[in-house]
């Protein structure tokens, strides 16, 4: 054979004008939505000082952020068993009603506290829109040609969030923070109607008995990740580690993960069935994408910080630094077809991180202070090896299951990343905080030390300081790179079991 896992995969059939012209409605509907999920993450941050002007509530602001992370994330699981058991279009179309719900209620809130619950309303409506959007990428597509449409849906993705904050500043500018919530319903409006109208799926064998959706297993996983999860984002900054909150939360999580467990044993239709983690390529796949999100968290929350304050660049130029690698990852991801065609979807993922390892490791070996274009060069290589390792496995492991199970698989995947990515927030907030701490000589944080650093105040020791602690992160990323790829080498097939469709 000797052309990696793709070769008993047929080719796609030939589709008419009529259904190519469908599909392409559909597809523009996916990328409008996967548009608004990523605008969402990012378009509220330069509106928080208008916003709380305002609206009041500056000590709780933040969670205008948590709140909206934690509603998609934990919504994932419950989206995507649910798209298995009904179909991926009615609970596109319910999700993204509710998205533009919330989003019409943010733009009427009253004050703060109203603000937060209809971002976590707009939360609960992304989390279907991301991961539905994902699966149905893969059902539009056989696999010789889903690297096409996940290389788009990447681009809208990395330019969606990148823009958000300048989109935003813009509408706060010019018009009202209110109108940051307002745009959403004209963009959704379009992509609900091309779903309604064009989206067809095929009709499936109806079951011998009537579909059972495990209610119970929804609410245990919506409150165990929930808990959890806000013990992660609010831990050292709301209250202290080992504070009694911080226990309480982190022992209320453990017990709800145990009930989690008991109910969804006994559940005919559970929302996370066994058979994500008990077969190799799935739990594969979400470890190591844990892990990405993990990594992840360094170049997105420190590096800009690290060009401010070490670099000594303005916030537009900062921003530059990390957004270049939006420009080499979906490069990379569209020509990664090329490469797992060869030598498989686990040896393709394993090159790109084995390679995001080293770049994240000689990122602590950069001259100090450096120049700008240092760094800069570092983010466009680690964009092109993470779109070497992300999209293969995401196309891969989908390829590996049945349309019952796909929507399912791909939540899976998506949650994983978004766990690693409030963990390695968690985990990165607390080892840059103490290298902080141990350089200067007493209780410092990241935010604190920038803060002294605007106002001009001892630069040179707060400025090595803050580049000792953004290294030490960074290899903490590297070492989470260096995970992921483990974890492929020992517990990935060498060959996914790709199902022909």
């Known amino acids: 054979m000797g052309r990696g896992d793709t070769e008993i995969q047929p080719a796609a059939r030939a589709d008419g004008p009529k259904d190519s012209r469908r599909r392409g409605a559909v597809v523009a509907a996916l990328m409008l939505a996967m548009a608004l999920a990523a605008l969402d993450s990012t378009i509220v941050s330069t509106a928080v000082p208008q916003i709380v002007g305002d609206l009041g509530g500056f000590s709780v602001f933040s969670w205008l952020f948590s709140g909206y992370l934690l509603a998609v994330t934990v919504s994932l699981p419950v989206y995507g068993k649910l798209s298995d058991t009904f179909g991926r279009k009615p609970v596109l179309i319910a ?47 056989p696999l010789k040609e889903r690297p096409k449409i996940q290389s788009k849906l990447s681009t809208v993705w990395a330019v969606s969030a990148v823009a958000g904050p300048g989109v935003g500043g813009l509408l706060v500018a010019y018009a009202d923070w209110r109108w940051i919530f307002l745009v959403n319903l004209p963009v959704g409006a379009l992509a609900l109607w091309l779903i309604a109208r064009y989206l067809h799926e095929p009709k499936r064998d109806s079951p011998a008995r009537r579909p059972r959706v495990d209610w119970a297993g929804a609410l245990t996983v919506f409150a165990c990740g929930g808990v959890l999860l806000t013990a992660l984002v609010q831990g050292g900054v709301a209250w202290p580690w080992l504070s009694a909150p911080s226990l309480a939360l982190f022992g209320t999580g ?70 270049v690698w939006t420009l080499s990852w979906p490069v990379s991801a569209a020509l990664s077809q090329h490469v797992y065609r060869r030598i498989g979807f686990r040896n393709t993922a394993m090159l790109g991180m084995g390679a995001a390892a080293l770049i994240l490791f000689a990122f602590p070996f950069l001259p100090y202070p450096g120049r700008a274009w240092q760094p800069t060069l570092l983010m466009l290589l680690l964009g092109a090896a ?54 200067l000589g007493g209780a410092s944080d990241l935010d604190s030390v920038t803060r002294a650093l605007d106002s001009g105040a001892g630069s040179e020791p707060l400025r090595r300081a803050i580049a000792d602690a953004v290294h030490a992160v960074y290899l903490g990323a590297a070492g989470a790179a260096a995970l992921a790829f483990v974890v492929l080498l020992v517990l990935a097939p060498r060959k996914f079991p790709v199902i022909t469709e």
Request: hydrophobic share 55%.
């Open 386 to 439: 993470l779109g070497l390792f992300q999209l293969p496995l995401i196309i891969g492991v989908q390829s590996t299951v049945v349309w019952s199970e796909r929507g399912t698989t791909t939540a899976s995947v998506l949650f994983c990343r978004q766990t690693g990515q409030t963990i390695g927030a968690a985990l990165f907030g607390a080892v840059a905080n103490g290298v902080l701490s141990a350089r």
């Open 95 to 141: 999700g993204a009603a509710l998205f533009l719900l919330g989003s019409l209620l943010c733009a009427v809130a009253w004050n703060m506290g109203s603000l937060i619950a209809f971002r976590i309303v707009q939360g609960l409506g992304g989390g279907a829109l991301q991961g539905t959007v994902q699966t149905l990428a893969a059902d539009l597509y």
């Open 254 to 323: 453990l017990a709800l993960i145990a009930v989690v467990v008991l109910v969804e044993r006994r559940a005919a239709e559970p929302i996370i069935p066994g058979w994500v983690w008990r077969r190799r390529t799935i739990a594969a796949v979400n470890l190591a994408l844990g892990a990405l999100g993990l990594l992840m968290v360094a170049p997105t929350v420190f590096l800009p910080t690290y060009a401010q304050s070490v670099l000594g660049l303005a916030p537009v130029a900062a921003g530059f630094v990390l957004t």
